[in-house]
Structures are given as C-alpha cells and as structure tokens.
C-alpha cells in the first residue's frame, strides 16, 4: 500500500500528519475547517470524505433531483405514477390493469414532464386529463383540465363514461 503524503487531498479532506495507535490513522483537515484521524483505507475506498459536515448535504444532493417533491405538479406526477404501476393502488385496475403506461419521456425523469406542463397550461387548480381514455399518458394524450370537467368524464357503475 503506498503511504499517503502531507497535504494529498481526498475529497473534503487534506492530510496534515499521521498518529500511530494499534494502526496508522491519518490526520486530516476537512475544508470547514474540523481536524479528524482517519484510517486510510477508508479515504483510499471514498468511505471517509468529509469530517461528517458534508453528510446531510450530500443526502440531499443525491436524494432531491430538482426540489420539488412537495409541489402539486410533482403529486400529480407520483400518483399517475401510482396509478399505472402499483397493483395495489385502489384505481390500478383502471390505469395499468388495463394497459394505460406512461411514456418513457416523463417516466425516465419528472423534470419531462414537469417542463411539458408548464409549457401546456398547468396551474395547481387543474388536473390532468387524457384525452383518449384508452390511451396513455403522452404528450399528445394529455391535457391540464378543471376538476369539475374531470368529474365529467368519470366511469360509472355501468361502465360507461358520462
């Protein structure tokens, strides 16, 4: 194994000495500013990249692609999701057990789908409509419509729409 030097820079944290215990720990100063020993196995394998300051940020960097899960665009997006893909959603048997898919453009990331609403009349009072009932959720399917206009076109008991 070769041995690190002063001042080599992993990740947040640069190497200012070492301490000799039952193994070698490293010395390092992490850029906030916080001094740590670290074995340098765990800097060599990434484990170790920060004096522990970097760890929720990087959760939330890694977690949160666009930081807006907690948007109405973004729940109407999970529950078509839902809807389409989880059989053990209430309405599944309307959607995806009966072949409804949503295209791969939105499905690979929300910012598709979130940029074609926005684009296409979305507003928080609006919900998503498609337009061909036996078609999927597309852009060339869907549309942004009233609540109201939605209860419109409700399947009913007998199976037909109003």
Do not use: A
Not at 130 to 157: A, F, L, M
């Amino acid at each position: 194994m070769n041995s690190p030097k002063i001042g080599e820079r992993w990740g947040y944290l640069v190497i200012t000495g070492t301490v000799r215990r039952n193994r070698t720990y490293h010395i390092v100063k992490c850029d906030c500013g916080n001094t740590k020993e670290v074995l340098y196995q765990h800097l060599k394998k990434g484990k170790t990249k920060s004096c522990g300051c970097k760890s929720t940020e990087m959760k939330v960097k890694y977690s949160t692609k666009h930081g807006l899960h907690k948007s109405r665009i973004y729940q109407t997006y999970h529950d078509m999701k839902d809807r389409c893909s989880n059989p053990k959603n209430s309405h599944y048997h309307r959607y995806g057990g009966r072949g409804i898919v949503i295209c791969d453009e939105w499905l690979e990331d929300f910012m598709n789908f979130y940029n074609w609403g926005m684009s296409n009349g979305y507003k928080d009072s609006l919900t998503i409509e498609r337009v061909n009932n036996d078609g999927n959720y597309c852009p060339e399917n869907c549309t942004w419509i009233t609540n109201s206009e939605q209860q419109k076109n409700k399947t009913h008991r007998g199976g037909k729409r109003k």
